[in-house]
């Protein structure tokens, strides 16, 4: 059974700096990765899908990395802005359209 | 506009009273899927339908149950089986096939007491 983990759970971080949060995954088989941002009390955006025989895919500032062979993914924020804070999901996709979600990172940017 | 909307956004029902929630879109997907969210947690995967008439269950579907008779619509209800309905709903939609980008609408709670 495929488990998705985000760690941290929360980051805190002053405006202008560059941010990593991380996605890791137990199971390499997977049909693509999708980072999605949320806020609160909101549905789901989605930022960036990385398909399973991509190594990265860039959208403005930000920059999502899939190593599958050691089941991580990596989504890179330059320039963060307050604008930014919002929780920040992965998910990843083993079966066709079946995805596994992590629980998120709660990023806050203080101005 | 194309997108996937779901409503009512608040809901509210007594214990032991089915509800049925809605979602519709209108950007051609073949593939629809529910979510449930819990507080300070991602989703869980309740059903999902890739063709019209077909659907699955997905990692809890106990308490509930879906029907996809139109490629637009994709009706969640929420029986009295349920044990802990309260919850975060969400539902999704996406293009058949090897990317399966997933587009979200915009939640519905649900408040049973």
């Known amino acids: 059974k495929q488990e998705v983990t985000q760690i941290p759970a929360a980051l805190s971080v002053p405006e202008g700096e560059n941010l990593v949060l991380n996605c890791s995954f137990t199971?390499?088989?997977?049909?693509?990765l999708q980072w999605f941002r949320q806020d609160p009390g909101k549905g789901l955006t989605s930022l960036l899908l990385i398909q399973s025989s991509q190594r990265e895919q860039t959208s403005g500032r930000l920059n999502a990395s899939l190593d599958k062979s050691s089941g991580r993914s990596t989504l890179y924020i330059a320039a963060s802005q307050p604008g930014d804070s919002a929780t920040y999901l992965c998910a990843v996709d083993t079966n066709a359209g079946k995805s596994t979600f992590g629980d998120g990172t709660t990023l806050t940017v203080k101005p | 506009d194309g997108g996937i909307t779901q409503s009512p956004k608040y809901l509210f029902r007594k214990e032991g009273q089915n509800v049925t929630l809605s979602c519709e879109q209108n950007l051609n997907h073949d593939a629809m899927y529910w979510y449930r969210q819990d507080p300070g947690q991602g989703l869980r995967l309740i059903y999902y339908?890739?063709?019209?008439?077909?659907?699955q269950k997905g990692d809890i579907a106990e308490g509930y149950s879906v029907s996809r008779e139109k490629k637009e619509s994709f009706p969640l209800t929420v029986t009295s089986a349920q044990k802990n309905p309260t919850a975060f709903y969400l539902c999704?939609?996406?293009?058949?096939?090897?990317?399966?980008?997933?587009?979200f609408g915009p939640g519905t709670r649900l408040t049973v007491t």
């Open positions: 999704a939609s996406s293009i058949e096939g090897t990317a399966y980008e997933q587009y």
């Open positions: 339908s890739q063709i019209v008439n077909d659907f």
């Open positions: 199971d390499s088989a997977i049909y693509n």
